[in-house]
């Protein structure tokens, strides 16, 4: 960390307590420092006025409250999806998205630098895997935009987990991020407002379906045959299809949650009628949800996007089955911040 400190946003309210009484304070100044920069969403403790301006400095040494360095921002036309390229301070980069709707502000954050599955469609992937992200930079992601909104008095809404690497990959850290967002008497970001895609690691997923959180799960399945899914998505070689829609049956039954499939449409690779009715066989009974979305181009990969007639025909196929489906509208394509899009290649 710079300059030997510690990154604030690593830190637990129960962690700040016990500095601050080990430094022999009261434990509410720790309470004060913590809803003043995540409530009040300050930028640093010299701007946390009800505290001892002694503190504050104490506070301003030991800890950073910037690792993350905004380098890059660019914006799609309509001005509806923003992306920001963050420098980390061992120089490695992520990307985050956000993203305008009517009513809701979803930011897409970053779990790792690059990403270790290898999905070959994915940009992320494509660039390989760099480093886990501690929970403090996945947490700084959501601060930033934080601070941002709020200064057009709005907020954020919605958290999807779903930007560069496979959050399951670091589940300690992203689970203490959502945690920490989630704190009461901080941001107090309600656990439903949060989504988590994960690739099918099937171990994580019954892990978190134990953890009985309100966070929404997404599993991305883009293919229903092994042959298929493991020439797209690697990891399937690990935890092929049927261990996966297992577990995901095991998650629903414990947590009673819907779960999301994802689906990227691939043209003439997985846009057939034959993969959607094989799909339908393989969720049936299951309460879940499938969005698909026509694939987003990346360098790396050259399949082709499905048209939206296909697409059409392919969600009529799995409503046919009796199964929910949505097409979900491209994002931000332009700037490379659609799904699967996000890389940092200058690295
Ligand atoms: N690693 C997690 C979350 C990040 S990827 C996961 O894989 O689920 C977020 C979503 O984007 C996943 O559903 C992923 O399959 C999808 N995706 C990757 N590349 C894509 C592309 N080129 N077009 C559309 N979606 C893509
Ligand atoms: Fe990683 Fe998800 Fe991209 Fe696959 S799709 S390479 S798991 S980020």
């Known amino acids: ?52 301006k002694s503190l504050r400095a104490k506070i301003r040494e030991r800890f950073t409250f910037g690792s993350l360095a905004p380098e890059t921002s660019l914006y799609s036309k309509d001005h509806q999806t ?13 990307e985050t998205v956000l993203m305008y709707y009517e009513k ?54 919605n958290i999807v987990i779903m930007g560069m690497g496979e959050p399951f990959h670091n589940y300690k850290e992203t689970l203490a991020a959502v945690d920490r967002l989630n704190h009461p008497t901080g941001m107090n970001l309600g656990a439903r407002r949060f989504t988590i895609s994960t690739v099918g690691l099937i171990p994580e997923i019954l892990r978190f379906a134990d953890d009985h959180r309100q966070v929404n799960l997404a599993v991305s399945l883009h293919a229903a045959d092994d042959k298929l899914r493991s020439s797209m998505l690697p990891i399937n070689r690990k935890y092929p299809l049927d261990e996966l829609i297992d577990a995901c049956r095991e998650y629903v039954k414990m947590t009673h949650r819907r779960i999301t499939f994802e689906w990227a449409l691939i043209h003439n690779i997985n846009d057939t009628i034959e993969q959607a009715s094989t799909l339908a066989n393989l969720l049936r009974g299951l309460i879940c949800h499938v969005n698909i979305i026509p694939l987003n181009p990346t360098d790396g990969y050259s399949g082709k996007a499905t048209t939206m007639e296909h697409a059409r025909i392919f969600q009529a196929e799995l409503k046919r089955h009796g199964i929910p489906c949505t097409i979900r509208v491209r ?17």
């Open 1 to 52: 960390m710079t300059d030997d400190k510690d990154n604030f946003f690593d830190q637990d309210l129960a962690d700040l307590k016990l500095l601050l009484t080990s430094w022999g304070e009261p434990d509410y100044r720790a309470d004060q420092i913590w809803s003043g920069i995540y409530q009040g969403l300050k930028d640093g403790p010299d701007r946390i006025s009800n505290i001892p």
């Open 82 to 94: 923003e992306k920001t390229l963050f420098r980390l301070v061992d120089d490695q980069a992520i």
């Open 104 to 157: 809701r502000r979803t930011l897409c954050i970053s779990t790792q630098s690059g990403c270790a599955m290898g999905c070959v469609f994915c940009a992320t992937g494509q660039m390989g895997f760099r480093r886990n992200l501690t929970s403090g930079e996945i947490v700084e992601q959501v601060m930033y935009f934080a601070r941002q909104l709020k200064e057009s008095d709005e907020s954020l809404t």
């Open 331 to 347: 994002r931000g394509i332009e700037i490379q911040a659609g799904c699967g899009q996000l890389a940092s290649v200058k690295v």
